[in-house]
């Protein structure tokens, strides 16, 4: 979306928009749930458990982190990652306000 075109919604409709993007690839989603699963950060595993190139796997990476969903941290000549904890809430919370129970004319056949 163009620079320009954000302002004409709100910072909330943007956020919602922007966390949305971040998770918004199988790859990504796979990765979430392997760090969800491990309960602790994760160093080097995520390209055998996936089965993805290296690259493709770091560049999924670097989209997460960039977005604050994970955090890596550099341990000898590796780079540990797993959930950020805070941001993880956040997307939970926008989510789950933005999923809320609908009710559509009465018995939901409607259109």
Known sequence: MGATKIDLF???QNDLANMAKAIAHPARIAILQ????AKACICGELVTELGLAQPTVSQ???ELK???????????????????LTVWQEYR????AFFK?????????CC
Request: net charge negative; proline share 0%.
């Open 34 to 37: 392997q760090l969800v699963a």
């Open 101 to 109: 129970e609908v009710s559509l004319c009465g018995d939901g056949d």
């Open 60 to 62: 999924h990476l670097k």
């Open 10 to 12: 709100t910072k909330e």
């Open 66 to 84: 960039n977005a604050g969903i994970i955090r890596g941290t550099v341990e000898g000549n590796s780079v540990c990652y797993c959930i950020n």
């Open 93 to 96: 919370e926008f989510f789950s």
